[in-house]
């Protein structure tokens, strides 16, 4: 590999979420003592514990050199980044610089795409399990959420039948859709997405397709992006991105939008204007470009190799030792959802037993059940190897017991 991706990082006190709450022993994490001797595994929140692709840091450090930090516009090689990503990586050639938008994080632009296509106690379709941050900020804003279940079958699939009715009986004019899914890892197929958007045109609905985890398939499964299928798509779609899962940039805030249609981006841009408060900062902006590179896209690339290699070493582990554990593998993102069901029941044991027992052994997996599935656990697989090694043997001697 030309990159790094075996070190083992000291995250602690260098600004890093997933190891501060344990440390600190904040919420969730407050009422379960570590036992002495386990180091803190972070596998909860969706950030990466690699170096990040050096490129990002060098074009921040450049910008730093330079000692003035006025206002500012965006520079051209920003949307030149942008168009050149995703004519490379997703085969898209029909975007320009006007159909994109800067937003203040993906949730940001959700919201912002909410105010202008329903008001708060309209109802907005979503597919569950359900990402948590899209039901804190939805329910926040005032929305009426209609779940519609994901079918757990060969993978988890669309239930079309009952997302219809649904949209039927609830007035449903918005949907917001994760394509490839969190927590469920499901990278759709082409039909799939054709069939779920032939009822979002039967029904005239508008789509917030949250296309955050674009760039991290496995297994070579490709991304489709929502806006390409076809004409109603591109003229009623809303998508959203951002190189902060792709690259480990959360801590920098910074996503955007891309719209086709001139009155929904218009709208969508005088929505996200009116709290004064949507604009880049201008390491973001250089953080994207050093990203968006030729090389960037190698080191994505081998990330996902990484990646895949420790999703295959999970879901084996898990079927060679943790019987009754139940989980569709899988095909997009760095997250394995588990449903621990069968296995709780068989043991007689709660979830929170499993919680509490892999959290006094340093191993801070996320409760699943805020995902909308009783008794189901999110783990989070961007470490090093051998640290997902670790991890695991830690649960099979002490928590899956
Ligand atoms: C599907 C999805 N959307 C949005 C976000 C958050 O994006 P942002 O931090 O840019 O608001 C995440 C973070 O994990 C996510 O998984």
């Known amino acids: 590999m030309k990159y790094d991706f075996t070190t083992k990082l000291e995250r602690i006190g260098h600004d890093a979420l997933a190891v501060d709450a344990p440390y600190n022993y904040q919420a969730p994490f407050d009422s379960i003592q570590r036992k002495e001797g386990f180091s803190i595994i972070p596998m909860w929140i969706a950030d990466m514990n690699f170096p990040v692709y050096p490129n990002i840091q060098k074009s921040i450090i450049e910008r730093v050199n330079h000692p003035t930090f006025g206002y500012y516009s965006i520079r051209d090689e920003y949307y030149e980044a942008i168009i050149n990503w995703h004519k490379n990586r997703y085969g898209i050639e029909y975007i320009q610089k006007e159909n994109i938008g800067y937003e203040n994080g993906v949730l940001g632009g959700l919201l912002s795409a909410l105010s202008i296509l329903a008001k708060p106690g309209d109802s907005v379709l979503l597919h569950s399990p359900t990402y948590i941050g899209f039901t804190m900020s939805i329910k926040n804003a005032g929305y009426n959420i209609i779940h519609s279940n994901l079918k757990f ?11 219809e009715e649904k949209i039927q009986k609830n007035h449903i004019q918005v949907a917001i859709f994760a394509n490839p899914h969190n927590p469920c890892g499901r990278a759709w197929e082409k039909e799939e997405l054709e069939k779920l958007m032939a009822i979002f045109e039967k029904y005239h609905v508008y789509v917030i397709s949250d296309e955050i985890w674009a760039d991290l398939y496995l297994y070579n ?23 902060s899962k792709t690259f480990n940039l959360s801590g920098l805030i910074g996503a955007y939008h891309i719209i086709f249609n001139d009155y929904l981006h218009k709208r969508i841009l005088k929505a996200s204007s009116k709290s004064h408060y949507n604009s880049m900062n201008v390491l973001s902006m250089h953080a994207l470009i050093g990203a968006y590179d030729k090389d960037g896209a190698i080191w994505v690339d081998e990330l996902k190799a990484v990646l895949t290699q ?17 989980y569709a593998k899988p095909q997009a993102t760095y997250m394995l959802y588990l449903d621990c069901k069968d296995y709780c029941e068989k043991n007689q044991i709660t979830i929170d037993t499993l919680l509490e027992r892999a959290y006094s052994v340093g191993v801070y997996f996320q409760d699943g059940r805020p995902f909308n599935l009783d008794h189901s656990i999110r783990i989070n697989l961007a470490l090093p190897y051998e640290t997902i090694k670790e991890a695991f043997n830690r649960l099979k001697d002490y928590v899956f017991i």
Do not use: C
């Open 310 to 326: 420790n999703m295959d070493y999970a879901t084996q582990f898990i079927d060679e030792h943790f019987q009754g554990v139940r």
């Open 153 to 163: 079958e060969d993978t988890w699939r669309i239930d079309y039948q009952d997302m």
């Open 221 to 243: 499964n490709k991304h489709i992006p929502l806006h390409s299928l076809n004409e109603y798509a591109k003229q009623h779609t809303i998508s959203l991105y951002a190189p």
